[in-house]
């Protein structure tokens, strides 16, 4: 274990409870450490984000870094909670292995899972992570955050691409137009780009306010992933996510409604 980060740790989570502003003297008291010490550490806590100093008083108190995170987390808790019942659906439906995963950076983060109960199966770990560009929950999200559309926010959003596969996409050109194929399709694939032998499809889920906070995806063996089970697929996927964006409150604009051009003229 590393004793300074523990030490850290335990600083910042004593500082929480507080609920007062705290002077160096107290933290050396509470921990029983030297003054010099305890200022070492409550100043790396100040230059990390976690804790903050008030100029004329010198005393410190936590820093809204730790709200944040919390709700992002609480949030993340709550995707899991409302969207299972999807989730579990469309693994019941399709037999595979499906999972859902937020965007984090240039890499998804699996949130939730359900395994395919098939003997050849393909897997992902709740908890794990994957690059973005080369799975089809990533693709889906990049896409649906429109990430195609200026080529800049696209390089700096995911940095050098790395070849996973000898299918991996490492060109920047080429991604920009498989992403904005994804936008018009509704889904993303993956055909063993970051794993030989699985591929998968992936499709994003909207809140009220419309923004992409997750994608579901289902995980293949290539072995089945022909062209006729690829569109059963990820027909049930979309409507999965339809569903799955309706209970997070998401409600499509509507369809202006279409043009008559066969009127007869009015004489």
């Known amino acids: 274990m590393d004793s300074t980060l523990a030490k850290g740790l335990s600083v910042l989570d004593w500082l929480v409870r507080q609920q007062r502003d705290c002077r160096v003297v107290d933290v050396a008291e509470a921990f029983d450490m030297a003054r010099s010490n305890a200022h070492r550490t409550l ?23 730790l ?9 993340a808790a709550d995707l899991r909670t409302l969207l299972r019942p999807h989730l579990a659906s469309l693994a019941a439906s399709t037999g595979e292995t499906i999972h859902l995963a937020v965007l984090d950076g240039a890499e998804i983060v699996y ?7 098939l003997p050849v199966a393909a897997y992902s770990r709740v ?17 649906a955050w429109g ?10 959003r995911l940095g050098e691409l790395k070849p996973h596969t000898p299918n991996s996409l490492t060109d920047f050109a080429a991604l920009q137009a498989e992403l904005r ?7 993303g694939e993956n055909r063993e780009e970051w794993r030989l032998g699985v591929c998968g499809l992936g499709a994003p889920v909207f809140n009220a306010r419309g923004e992409p906070v997750a994608a579901i995806g289902i995980s293949v063996p290539s072995i089945r992933f022909a062209r006729a089970q690829v569109r059963s697929l990820a027909e049930g996927l979309r409507a999965a996510a339809a569903g799955a964006s309706r209970t997070l409150g998401f409600a499509p604009a509507p369809a202006p409604p279409a043009l008559n051009f066969n009127l007869r003229r009015q004489t």
């Not at 990430?147 to 700096?156: F, N, T, V």
Request: hydrophobic fraction near 40%; charged fraction near 25%; glycine fraction near 8%.
């Open 181 to 187: 194929r994804t936008r018009e399709r509704g889904h």
């Open 111 to 117: 949130l939730d899972k359900f395994d395919s109960p």
């Open 67 to 75: 709200f944040e995170l919390g709700s992002l987390v609480e949030a």
């Open 147 to 156: 990430e195609d559309a200026d080529l800049p926010r696209l390089r700096a």
């Open 43 to 65: 100043q790396t806590l100040v230059a990390c984000g976690w804790a903050v100093q008030d100029s004329a008083t010198s005393a410190y108190r936590p820093s809204l870094r």
């Open 127 to 143: 908890g794990g992570r994957a690059p973005a560009a080369c799975v089809a929950s990533g693709k889906a999200l990049l896409a």
